[in-house]
């Protein structure tokens, strides 16, 4: 049936003829000519057709794989975008959960800040309380003490917290012993009955002696300057507890042999500086002992 397309108007045309009758020579060329210009415009036809139909197909072609390329392409960029999104996400969340960290963390300073500043306000009333206090037992010793302070039978010292009385050997003790003299027995008996008032402390009473060995006649008794301070340590504060009415609980002693020196030992106004009893009043809190800060003052 196709292969007839391409002749069909040349048999329309010989057709027509036919049924008009007889027609000159010329008439039929030129028709004959003019059904075969036709009949080559037709075949160009076809082949330009065929050719937009092959270029369809290959545009079609080219769109199919471009669509499934356009896909493959957004499929790829919406696995990138969701990914993205699930790390912002997870990012976000972690974020979340740090900023709350990160505010309980704020919360818990500020109470402990808060609590720190209640404490360091309680410790100043404190401090500024026992300061009160202890300057008013400064005040009430040196009262009490007053005829013995300007005899220069012994200083009060008022320093980093405590208060400490510094008696001389040559007051309480004859030379080289640990029994106590009259005078000391005197001077002990207005210091007992002053730090007898005295609340909330622990009495302290620290034997020291100058550097010089013990005489051989006494080393029997006392082998070192270790024994002698001990000694007259435990004379004076059997005397508080016993004569005073002090309680043993609020009472300790201490030696410190020649080793806490106050003075230069080399001279002879040195050595009897350095040959006391110290009485020290401190805090139920305080743990030291013995600290050398120097002389003792009025």
């Known amino acids: 049936m196709s292969s007839l397309l391409p002749r069909l108007p040349i048999l329309l045309l010989c057709a027509a003829l036919l049924l008009t009758g007889c027609v000159s020579k010329t008439r039929y060329d030129q028709q004959v000519s003019s059904a075969e210009q036709l ?46 999104v699930e790390t912002l996400q997870q990012e976000i969340s972690a974020q979340q959960q740090k900023q709350r960290q990160l505010e309980e963390q704020r919360q818990h300073l500020q109470q402990l800040s808060a609590e720190l500043q209640r404490n360091l306000e309680r410790e100043r009333i404190a401090r500024e309380a026992r300061l009160a206090q202890m300057s008013s037992t400064y005040n009430e010793l040196v009262g009490t003490l007053e005829k013995e302070l300007e005899r220069g039978e012994l200083t009060i010292r008022q320093l980093k917290g405590q208060l400490t009385v510094n008696l001389v050997e040559k007051v309480l003790f004859a030379s080289g012993t640990a029994e106590l003299t009259e005078e000391g027995y005197r001077v002990l008996r207005q210091v007992g009955g002053a730090l007898k008032k005295v609340a909330g402390k622990r009495i302290r009473v620290e034997g020291h002696t100058d550097n010089r060995p013990i005489k051989a006649s006494l080393q029997q008794r006392f082998p070192s300057n270790w024994e002698l301070a001990a000694a007259r340590a435990s004379h004076v504060v059997r005397f508080l507890q016993q004569q005073s009415g002090i309680g043993g609980e609020k009472l300790e002693i201490a030696a410190f042999g020649p080793y806490r020196p106050v003075a230069d030992n080399d001279t002879a106004e040195g050595r009897a500086q350095n040959r006391r009893i110290e009485i020290v009043l401190v805090g139920d809190d305080d743990t030291s002992a013995g600290t050398a800060d120097g002389p003792a003052t009025d």
């Open 39 to 84: 009949r080559l415009q037709l075949d160009r036809c076809e082949e330009d057709r065929g050719q937009i139909k092959t270029s369809l197909a290959d545009a079609q072609a080219s769109l199919e794989q471009a669509l499934v390329e356009q896909q493959a392409e957004r499929e790829r960029l919406s696995g990138i975008y969701h990914a993205r």
